[in-house]
């Protein structure tokens, strides 16, 4: 298949829904091979597995916040890839509350998915990447770990630990030509926001200069930039898709 990243392999978690489709759906588009992870919704990885015939997509379930379920998934990876060029660690959930209201099963869970996850995934990711001494890591993250929202303690934590964790892995990998940076989205019309009250909807639509929420497919632009051999001087930082939030 012909296309910008034709020859890639690449990982997607949360890569059935949201943001993560868009990104398997315009990789898949540049000529990639596409291998999207997803949590535990069976029916739209069924259906998102069902739009692409014919094209290089593997759809499997995979608990990111479990470290040996992680080894194990790419110990089968490893047995039918000899590579991985990108993994784009796009998996998240939200569970709000004020944090003295909080439970602490609501805190450790958004950590485990949305931390803990991109930590288990990177680090076998990197293993592989070392071996042909090439490889981009992406993590989604949030405007939420740099400004806050109330009702996001737990949220904004995991989203500001994967910039550290972003910030400091891609120190490490540098010179192995593995570059490792984020891409953080501001409001997206996903099923991530889809609980928030109409109310709030418009308070935070108000605070964008561009007066709109963005869209999965513009978010997916950034990180295929980020993944391109063009960005190959882009490492440790934060890309912004956001209207100027």
């Known amino acids: 298949m012909s296309g910008k990243f034709a020859g890639f392999n690449v990982i997607i978690t949360g890569g059935t829904r949201g943001?993560?489709?868009?990104?398997s759906e315009l990789f898949l588009k540049s000529g990639a091979s596409v291998t999207a992870v997803y949590g535990g919704n069976d029916g739209a990885a069924a259906e998102f597995k069902a739009k692409w015939p014919g094209f290089p997509l593997n759809v499997v379930k995979v608990d990111v916040s479990d470290y040996t379920a992680v080894e194990n998934f790419f110990n089968e990876y490893d047995n039918a890839h000899t590579?991985?060029?990108v993994l784009v660690n796009c998996a998240?959930?939200?569970k709000d509350s004020v944090a003295g209201m909080m439970s602490s099963e609501d805190w450790n869970s958004v950590i485990a998915i949305n931390l803990t996850g991109t930590f288990n995934m990177s680090k076998f990711a990197v293993m592989k990447m070392m071996q042909s001494r090439f490889g981009r890591i992406i993590s989604i993250t949030s405007p939420s770990?740099?400004?806050g929202f109330a009702g996001q303690a737990n949220y904004a934590a995991s989203k500001a630990g994967q910039v550290a964790f972003t910030k400091s892995l891609s120190k490490e990998t540098a010179r192995r030509g593995i570059t490792v940076n984020c891409v953080s989205p501001g409001f997206i019309e996903t099923d991530l926001?889809?609980?928030l009250p109409e109310d709030l909807r418009k308070e935070y639509k108000n605070q964008v200069p561009m007066k709109r929420f963005g869209?999965?497919?513009e978010v997916a632009e950034a990180v295929l930039f980020l993944a391109s051999k063009e960005a190959s001087y882009v490492n440790g930082t934060v890309l912004e898709v956001t209207g100027g939030l």
Do not use: Q, V
């Not at 943001?19 to 990104?23: E, Y």
């Open 145 to 147: 770990g740099k400004l």
């Open 92 to 94: 998240g959930i939200r």
């Open 19 to 23: 943001i993560g489709s868009a990104t």
């Open 193 to 195: 926001i889809s609980d």
């Open 215 to 217: 869209t999965p497919a």
């Open 83 to 85: 590579s991985l060029e």
